[in-house]
């Protein structure tokens, strides 16, 4: 695996900071331009990993350096926010632009709007100038300032809009789809041979992203689903036979359920896209959830958008003969299930179904996010002058790394099944290991 | 119209509060059993009601009385809750536990389980004792602790519930449908000559009973609702043409819609079932959502689930032959309506759609509601210990009064569109008066 | 008593606002200029108020004429924001700005800075131009944006401020104090025949002022002070005989403590500037609190700011030669006097003292504070516009009414211990309803 | 250093968890007994460290074992929490009892009342049976369900309480006191030769527990911290040259500080125990705040209590004869300093102190420490059947370790000025790196 970072070139400038190259001084240190964090801390797979020190793995340390690549006053920044909203994306712009204004003393900000549409030529005009007062207060809302689109733009283009403006650092926060266009437009840069850093924060509300500690927003999301489980427990808790049913979001990774679920208290059951399940049987998850009802009265269940996807073929080429999928959505899918198992059982149950949607999504940043958000926009502008390019920026066991893009979109987080995180949940929510008939 | 409520008869015994009936001695007093609270307060109509002032209407004041009818000693109470969920219901029975027991010294009373049902021979057994201890922490969930269901149940089976257990205190926590089975229950105590009162606290999320300042709940709703309204304006700002669109309760009243549409600051069109409206037509709503998105390029739309019923019956009319209504949901047909009005006209355009469903009624009372609560908890008993029967209590004009449940289930509350509440959604909004073409 | 407001002139010109001047047609209608609400509504007050009909009293009702007195087209308007901070401050400028721009097209709308002060000859260039952008979020956060100061100003200065600028409609947001000074602003504008209406939107939020169902901000305090009430508690309930003693706003007014008291569920004694107590004796307050303990282990108390004064004199004329009054803050009077008297039992104790202070009034509003400064926002325009000037707008009995400044500065609302809003507070606690000795 | 943890002995019994050994099975795995987890993960240091890998240090993994130690139906476990409180008590207290009842199948759990009191001979009787039931919503509360008391009781006592209840599993969850007092219980059963496990849970909302990722609490306390600056922000901004002054928890370590700082966005100036700094002179705190309001018009300052103590020591020994440490308090030592000075030179000012204190600790646990409390309750229970002891746990890097007492409590985390963290701080208040004059 790729694990430096491409670099532009020297770091000819010293830095505007004024740290210190001293530890014990008490004032902040530079970070040397060789800093790395070692990527495992397992002893057992360290073991293995490294037969001689020198070949473990490394992720390259994020801060300002002492000598920076880029003359300040000569250049231009430029935001871009890209893909569905996620808590926080305010919060980076704000730092983003206090760090590059306050910090590195850039003169000019653009803020790209509606994502990488906003530098095409048609919309190139639509680009807002950002200050310190512009994004002051804007860590207290929801959205992005500069708005989203989806779907990528010629790198041609885009490349063509930063070198006309002579924006030298380009900051992209968005998704897996936004990355991969972040690194077309790099490319496309290193072959015009136009000296741009094009750095990216990650953003992915499931938090999915491999080889980072957490992405931000996650946290919001889950402190928002939490709520929303309390209030499936209180309609379940209700009625007789009470079952409330939450979707939540988690395509491929189902940890925004999962946390919520071990902060909850009050799930009984939580079906991620990494877990295979079945819906009948003796050991299938309606009859796990017919013997909690007979016992306590009421159940809770989290599931995530991405769950049992495989229910969805097996029911369809049972039962559709035209072979189209004709559920989508798992969420409604479980809702009808359940209740026609209790009706074909005989028992009568109240099912509650919430889908929160884009009120997850959709609402400012909590305290963690925010404080998380700040960092990652101090550390974005730091890997810029550093000269990196094609990176992204993140915490991995508690320290700010560069990690390439390629790397960062090779693979995808998910829960692991085997491993303590998917235990906690287990032992929190009282769930059998298996839902699956043998 | 019937102002007077019902007596049971004398009021026999002293109380057991240590009140005073002397003004000015800074001890809470006493209030006068014939003590009325004038129902009309504007003067206009007030001259037009009162050719002579004694035929005024009026409400009887609610309060504690020096005399009460029953011996607190001899009896005990029962406490019922019924229909969906509303914020408020725990701390309702919170202070109906607290005040029958610490200041009435009712020995024993019977929280009956999941609604009117918890009262058939068939669940009797479920119901629980209610301490002080019990409900202690309770106003601090969503829900109710009791459980509820929907439906009545047989006047005989729930009079016979009664009187063997010597309930002669019956507080029915519910909406439109508990009240009238509260009454079959007081009619046929009536005849039994069971003496026994029957006091209703109504409730409806909606805030759709009359003759009542405000229901238990809607504070909360509306609170809730502005939340979500926050949401959908986050994701319509953050997307080119973004729209966002609010499904709130609301079945006949849209008083939750228009209260938080104020209160966010951020809605544009408030859709309430009291107000027809087209869709189609150059004064029609898509046409004025059009003007919108090209003027301000975003829009937030909340609509109560009553709105625009009348659409429905006119569409399938058109368009489907076995004349089945189809649409049954105004949220998801507007959804519809409004996607392909703009694909039609070639406008690209970014709709989220946000039921947040149960999440606004399950959800524990704010500091409004649960100071309410509290007090109709406490007038509900001193009604009952006042002797009066088919009696709900409510706010009327900041004073505290009993109504008859004939009364109160007699009409709805729905908002006035020629009254000043409506003209405060308005310019709160910037919504036209009218959305409907000539 | 004075029900009536001054009034500058005929109501000359159309109103720019499309309302109906007929009922029943589903738009919102202009209301008339001599409507009126009855002020009483207890019957029996009622009927020794009134032998005749006529001679009850009233307030004029509030809301939009059909013909207003000033040109719109022709004048400017001002804001200004005096005292202390109080949630919704921003709400109620929010809504004047939205209303005089967008509704009745007022041009330009200043905003000053920092009080009255910012009306001298010194300050007056700071004002601020208010547009609709500029104050779109302003209603998320806590403060004013306009700054505040305490004190007066010459009404010359300020008329002279006013004039020169040609504004002719002044919106003064603030208290007692405030209100003083805008009469005298009015009555100097009256001596030199200078056409301007003088409005206030009184600002309180110990809710103290008479003939107003609530004040601005007094919803959000209460919630505010409910937290921290539960802080208290979980202090209290953690430590053997743990007592948690509040300090919260209240000067002459007990209310926030009232109403959070009740809500919050867990206070035990209620100290407010109404309630005459003891500390020492047999029927003291520290006797009842020792009782408290000894049966139950745990005590959560309550103090408004203004409680217990009398006290202090009391003790420095016993304990203090000099005659100063040494205690001038009844919290932490009563942390010494609690301490040191379970000390002279020798009862150990643990006593957890919180000041919430500013934590309660730099608060942004809650939904219902948001929604009341809307509409008093509005109807202050309603009521400049119809003319009336030395006015205050509120809510009477679910009514938005104006009342004379003179009037509403003529007497302060405080807790009434006779009544049934003490009566609640003394149940929902199990306070003692004196603790006095005789 | 000393990594491991003490062992009682061998892993006699069969897990009652049915846990996997095989990786890949989807099945939580058990954790191998001796999993270790790197201490260092900076790779310049690690290259410093490690001549020889095995010289490496690194932490005992913590985890359910396939074998354990203790034979779960012939124990006893207790529960104790000790000191202040902290966010996250209860929800500790809830995992654990879930954890030995659902998952160990532990009988009988004791929570003992009051901290360590509680076991003396005098109090013994006071203890609480634990039980799901009575745990079950224990963690939407702050403080604790136990109660706290601070000090130590005599080893011999405490065990003879351990000793005659059969009590093998005792959980404490508390600070340094209390970990230091679990220390001389642990080794006062073992001079018994009593096989009991004794197992921290270290509980210091300021964070300052060395070799630990976060104590629980910390986050939630941080958020509240700051709401708080919110509010301070609000009134430095509503006044003319408008201070906001905060003092937060922290004693040695200015964490709170320093993270509620970077989430606020509004504070100017950080103040913590580990930073020396000036009041007066050129380059002082003083003149730094000075030339804030000469060019913005307005501060916020957060102060540790820790903060500057060195200032008392030299003011005192300047002004005071007696030599007597006159202020104790920072923040209203502050508070006078900067009105003092401000008032010498003649700058009017509004300076509003704001000291949350107890509001901030006695607060529910937020959704991050709610996971992680659920999560160390978890893994304590583990440790204690893997038969360590004197041990506590925690996250390191993302996992969860186990780590003697006598390590944990030898140093405490500290503010590294020369760090990231500090950096981040400086980056997002603009405060001076250095406020001393050389």
Redesign the interface.
Known sequence: MKWLNDRLGGLTFPSPL???SH???????F??DD????V?????V??KQ?KE?VELE?FE?S??RARIHFDPGSIRAAIVTCGG?CPGVNDVI??LV??LH??YGISEILGIR?GF?GMSIREAGTAIILTPSVV??I??????LL???RGPLSPIEMVDFLQRRNIRLLFAIGGDGTLRGAMTINEECRKRAFDAAIVGIPKTIDNDIAFI?RSFGF?TA??KA???L??????A????N?IGLVKLMGRNSGLIAA??S??S?YVNFVLVPE??FDLDGDNGFLAHLQHRLETRGHAVIAVAEGAGQDLFVTTNSTTDASGNVRFEDIGLYLKQQITSYFEKKGISCTL????????IR??PA???D??YC??LG?HAVHAAFAGRTGTVVGSW????VMIPMSLATAQRKVID????E???V???T?QP??MKNT
Chains 1, 2, 3, 4 share one sequence.
């Open positions: 004024k740290l210190s530890r014990g001084d008490q004032i902040a240190d970070v040397d800093a790395r964090i070692l495992e801390n397992d002893w057992n360290l073991q490294a020190p490394f340390k801060g300002p909203l704000r730092s206090m760090q306050y910090h509606y549409q002051e207060t860590h207290t809302y929801g959205g992005s708005g989203s689109s500690d946290s889950v402190e939490t709520e929303v309390a209030c499936a427990h209180a309609e808790h209700g009625a007789q009470g946390r919520s071990i902060a208290g877990l295979p509650k179904y919430i889908d929160p949607s884009y009120i959709s609402t909590n305290t963690e925010n404080i700040t960092e101090q066991h508690q320290e700010f099944l085997d491993g303590h998917w235990l906690a287990l032992q929190a009282g290991h298996l």
